[in-house]
């Protein structure tokens, strides 16, 4: 169905994200989700009766890929438990050509560079959308604007010596209502790049 492919994709791309950075364990992963985030993935305002009926649906239509979900609930949060078999899938599939992969092995490295990690997005695309932000949380938001290899909001924060990011869904990255800072056109970008 439709509404449960960013949701099954989404999932798979925090495996991915955790596997990257920890290394791959054949373990059960817990994912959490508050209800809003939910409905953004699935383009729907479903209320919680129906939520709790569509995502047993989406357990079912899952199971061979990713195993048996387990989800729970507290509060406006659903846990998403995903069994060995879904680390396994995601694991057996990872590409280490794969971007989030170059992506988090390049901004791990001591003293990498803003420049180092722009790089990376510029081998994966030419469409890529750099923005320098005005809040006090991250300096700049990068983004493939065609939205491959993928479509998340990168959030950088460049420190004295390290880089941090935060990876948001176009939805929540637009609900968090962060303040848009200035698009930098591509001499300012070739500026950033050296």
Known sequence: MEDFLRLENNIIELIKEQQIKLGYRSESVH?????????????????????????NEFCSQVEKKLGKLKITKNGDRFCFI???????YVHK????????????????KQNCSLKDILAVFFEYSDQVQIEKMTNEEFDYLVYFEDGKPN??????TVEEHHILYHRFTIEDYNDFGFSIGEKLDSKQQKELMG
């Open 93 to 108: 599939n990872l590409s280490k050509q794969d971007f989030l992969v170059h992506f988090i092995h390049t901004i791990s």
């Open 151 to 156: 479509d998340y909001r990168y959030c950088i």
């Open 31 to 55: 994912l959490y989700y508050p209800m809003a985030s939910l409905n953004r993935l699935m383009k729907k305002q479903w209320d919680e009766q129906q939520m709790a009926k569509k995502l």
């Open 82 to 88: 995903v069994p060995p078999q879904g680390a396994d």
